[in-house]
Nanobody, 123 residues
């Protein structure tokens, strides 16, 4: 599965952005997708995950209540709606996918497909 992120950019604190991740290739085998982020000098962090078709979602504690992960299964697109953005949300955001449920969900190495990332800057 090939993943391409878009929608990143610069926004002021309190603003919103919506990231998209277009999946192509062997997409009908995809079972679990998610978002990670990494800021310079910081560890990679799990942001959110979703089970395709089932709706089950999980969020990292720093984004729960502000970010929403969703998917359009017909279009093979994953979204991350980010509201009330804070400067500490500044990072490169990566889309991930796998044909199985990844346990724990925030284990980056468990996802076999990963995008190139899109930068989000909050000032």
């Amino acid at each position: 599965v090939q993943l391409v992120e878009s929608g990143g950019g610069s926004v002021q604190a309190g603003g919103s952005l919506r990231l998209s991740c277009a999946a192509s290739g062997y997409t009908y085998s995809t079972y679990c997708m998610g978002w990670f982020r990494q800021a310079p000098g910081k560890e990679r962090e799990g942001v959110a995950s979703i089970l395709i078709g089932g709706g089950t979602t999980l969020y990292g504690p720093s984004v729960e209540g502000r970010f929403t992960i969703s998917e359009d299964n017909a279009q093979n697109i994953l979204y991350l709606q980010m509201n009330d953005l804070k400067p500490e949300d500044t990072a490169k955001y990566y889309c991930v996918a796998d044909a199985k449920a990844v346990v724990p969900w925030d284990w980056f190495g468990g996802y076999s497909s990963r995008g190139q990332g899109t930068q989000v800057t909050v000032s």
